[in-house]
């Protein structure tokens, strides 16, 4: 079973950056797509960004084309999400959430495609 911690989040000013960090406990991470989902008080959970296995391939939600950039490290077992020009409604926690579909050339974007999540990590954009 694939184990993700989430790390990286915190307080900052609007128009700040943040980067969140999400190690996985299994090397085989590297062969599955990965994703970033996020949910604010009183919301539904939404999808942020998601990466396919290689790295090659990402897709952002409207709201953070532009702004968040999703990259991987196959040899620390990691994924990132780069937080770049914040905003007060980008307040949530944040989840990483694997799809352990080896090897797959897709970006998954629905939360039910994904079988692991982390525990979430909160970010609070100030304004």
């Known amino acids: 079973q694939v184990q993700l911690v989430e790390s990286g989040g915190g307080l900052v000013q609007a128009g700040g950056s943040l980067r969140l960090s999400c190690a996985a406990s299994e090397h085989t991470f590297g062969s599955y797509p990965m994703g970033w989902f996020r949910q604010a008080p009183g919301k539904a959970r939404e999808f942020v960004g998601g990466i396919n296995w290689s790295g090659s391939d990402t897709h952002y939600a409207d709201s953070v084309n532009g702004r968040f950039t999703i990259s991987r490290d196959g040899a620390k077992n990691t994924v990132f999400l780069q937080m770049n020009s914040l905003k007060p409604e980008d307040t949530a926690s944040y989840y990483c959430?694997?799809?352990?579909?080896?090897?797959?050339?897709?970006?998954?974007?629905?939360?039910?495609?994904?079988?692991?999540w982390g525990q979430g990590t909160r970010v609070t954009v100030s304004s």
């Open positions: 959430a694997v799809a352990t579909k080896t090897y797959s050339t897709k970006v998954y974007s629905r939360d039910y495609e994904y079988d692991y």
